[in-house]
């Protein structure tokens, strides 16, 4: 797959296959089309050439098992619903569109909420919530679904630690149950903490399999050339590597 905006390549020659049932890292410098390559796989932009598979399918033959949290900077806040009715939302493949929203569909939209610790903020507007209970609000709304394979866009991106620690929590447990899921990630310590398979992305594929594989010091090197100087961030990253 290739993807490119106003003819300048973004995706070069993308060849990836995702094993089932892994917590997978999207891993790679800034501008290296991390989000470029959900938003292809959910034909959210438009590919220059190659396609995606869903179980053997397409993504729009598959929509209903396919999850997604967007990043928070891509959300409308001020758009006047609650938590509830977003999360709600989630179960539109099942209710069907323009039908009312039953109990039995709002009773699954709580319980999700209750996943992610906001039950009790269901009627909340969601420009009330803080960044963290908004993440987890679209997080919440992605579990509704019921997917079997959820693509997660920074989910971790400017979260308190309490969110961060939830958000974990709810990844093991969606692997627990053979979910599969793929996850833009951007801080290198938490990697092998919490990915059992890692993409290392730089417009193309520098490398991709189990992470305590391919997450190695070479490998980073070659991801992120000269913008990777081993910081300190990176270096207690690679204090964990074989």
């Known amino acids: 797959m290739t993807v490119a905006y106003h003819r300048k390549p973004v995706l070069w020659d993308i060849d990836l296959d995702i094993p089932e049932g892994k917590l997978v890292g999207i891993v790679g410098p800034n501008g290296a089309g991390k989000s470029t390559l959900i938003k292809a796989c959910l034909d959210l932009i438009p590919k220059a050439s190659g396609r ?3 179980y053997g399918k397409t993504y729009r033959q598959q929509r209903k ?3 997604y949290v967007p990043q928070r900077e891509s959300v409308d806040w001020d758009f006047p619903v609650s938590a509830l009715d977003v999360v709600c939302m989630g179960r539109y493949g099942k209710i069907g ?3 009312p929203v039953s109990k039995k569909h709002k009773r699954a939209a709580m319980e999700a909420l209750d996943r992610v610790g906001l039950a009790d903020y269901g009627h909340r507007q969601i420009s009330q919530l803080s960044g963290g209970q908004q993440q987890r609000v679209f997080l919440a709304r992605a579990l509704a679904q019921d997917a079997q394979l959820y693509f997660m866009d920074e989910p971790f991106a400017a ?3 309490a969110t961060e620690k939830a958000i974990v929590g709810i990844l093991h447990e969606l692997k627990k149950y053979g ?3 793929i996850v833009v990630h951007h801080d290198l310590q938490t ?7 890692v993409v290392l992305l730089n417009m193309r594929i520098v490398e991709a399999g189990p992470t305590d594989q ?3 010091k070479v490998n980073l090197q070659k991801t992120y050339g000269g913008k990777l100087t081993l ?3 990176a270096a207690q990253a690679m204090s964990r590597l074989r």
């Open 52 to 54: 995606v598979n869903v």
């Open 65 to 67: 098992v396919v999850g």
């Open 97 to 99: 569109w323009c039908l």
């Open 159 to 161: 979260v308190d630690a």
């Open 179 to 181: 979910k599969t899921v």
């Open 191 to 197: 990697v092998p903490e919490y990915f059992d398979w």
């Open 214 to 216: 391919v997450f190695t």
């Open 231 to 233: 910081l300190d961030e």
